[in-house]
């Protein structure tokens, strides 16, 4: 079982720096590590990134029952999303939901965001595919995202915006960037009259990479 050292600071600085690079806005998204003791530190729910202080932040069991929480603080209502994809990889020790705009795009089209970009299959594991619709809050989220995880460090939500996991809320926060930024990158380049495909053994050898980077990454 992977775990965070420091969860609560993690998560909190992951958390304002989020909102900082535009990839939320208000109190929407949520984020979360895993403890050593096996139980989940969560953003709590409608509480405004900026004023968020370590106190805020949501204890809670594998199972989602709330160990500890300050007075008038919940968690977050996707926590069944989070839940879903610590039972289903036991080697990640975050993960972060997230509103980007452009990858949001692609997940309202119900469009994979494509690795088209040198390298990026390294960090991502491929394609970022859209998983299934279902409606907010409900068990159904956490339950297509895991499909669509699958050797992946992130994938659509459909109608909805971006989920990624990995070891630590800092090297998660960087792949929600990463995947934004080729969004924006491929949508561009659809304009230009579409992108050329990276070879398919190039993409392969890069996720290759990727499957060992995430076992062994700290």
Known sequence: MRFVDNP???????????LRRGLVEGTAGNL?????????????SSVDYEEMTLEDLVLVDP????????????????MKLHLACYKAFDDIGSVIHSHPVWATMFAIAHQ????????????????????????????EVGLNAVKALEGRAA???????????????????HVTALVERTAQIAW???ALG????????????????????RANLR
């Open 8 to 18: 609560e600071a993690a998560v909190l600085a992951a958390a304002k720096e989020m």
């Open 32 to 44: 979360s590590a895993r403890r050593s003791d096996g139980n989940l530190v969560i953003t709590p």
């Open 63 to 78: 199972d989602g029952s709330v160990l500890h929480a300050r007075e008038g603080r919940s968690p977050s209502t996707e």
């Open 112 to 139: 994979p965001i494509p690795a088209c970009i040198d390298e990026f299959a390294i960090y991502c594991g491929g394609e970022i595919r859209c998983a299934d619709y279902a409606a907010s809050g409900t068990p």
């Open 155 to 173: 994938a659509l939500i459909a109608n909805h915006g971006l989920v990624a996991v990995g070891p630590r809320p800092d090297h998660v926060l």
């Open 188 to 190: 561009g380049a659809r």
């Open 194 to 213: 579409g992108f050329i495909p990276i070879p398919e053994d190039v993409n392969a050898g890069f996720a290759a990479i990727y499957s060992y980077l």
